[in-house]
């Protein structure tokens, strides 16, 4: 195999030339174009990159992961387009592309609340802790804040550090709530001028 490859007398191949040994480039003019076969194929690539751009609000690490995964859709639908020697990337292979970019994501964050621990410093678990409890609605049970954090304590008593924080700043409260079925849960709710008037 050695013998085969080809003697380069010249630096890396960033410093060669276009004629120096590599594929010649392929002027825009030549270049294959492969466009939408239809308006639902569009839609399909359009709806799965909000779902992906949704994460932003609800899982900020699994969004920092997937924000290239509808662009990995795309390159994956052309790619099988173009394999089948089409000129459209039709419904078919765009949700094909989707449902494997999705499984790559997952794959990808399986690993998150088993293996990965991120621990806080003090003013950044009390923003998570904040942050946390907006996007439940702006309520969560004790019990349900101590499973979410358990992996981001190093000592053990820094969720309750930064709730008597958080009370002390005003800025939630305890609170109880009856769910529709079973006992009274306690918790802690957002304040609602720190909600915006929302709540």
């Known amino acids: 195999m050695k ?3 080809p003697r380069r007398e010249k630096g890396p191949i960033l410093d060669q030339k276009d004629n120096d040994e590599l594929a010649p480039p392929v002027s825009a003019a030549d270049r294959l174009v492969i466009d939408w076969g239809s308006e639902g194929a569009k839609a399909v690539y359009f709806a799965f990159s909000q779902e992906i751009d949704g994460y932003e609000e609800k899982d900020k690490r699994k969004f920092a992961v997937g924000r290239r995964a509808a662009e990995n859709a795309l390159r994956c639908a052309t790619i099988l ?4 020697q ?14 494997w970019s999705r499984i790559s994501l ?11 621990f991120d621990y806080f410093t003090f003013p950044k678990f009390c ?9 439940a609605g702006g309520w969560l049970s004790h019990r349900d804040l101590k499973r979410h954090f358990r992996a981001h304590m190093r000592r053990g008593d820094e969720l309750q550090r930064a709730l008597e924080q958080l009370l002390s700043e005003e800025r939630i409260r305890k609170a109880k709530h009856k769910p529709d079925r079973g006992p009274e849960a306690v918790g802690y709710e957002i304040l609602l001028e720190e909600l915006g008037g929302s709540k």
Not at 81 to 84: D, N, T, V
Not at 86 to 99: G, L, Q, Y
């Open 3 to 5: 013998r085969l490859r």
């Open 81 to 84: 387009a173009a394999g089948r």
């Open 106 to 116: 997952e794959a990808a964050c399986g690993g998150f609340e088993k293996y990965v």
């Open 86 to 99: 089409s000129k459209t990337v039709d419904v078919e292979d765009i949700e094909w592309a989707v449902k």
């Open 127 to 135: 923003a998570e802790v904040f942050e946390t409890l907006r996007l």
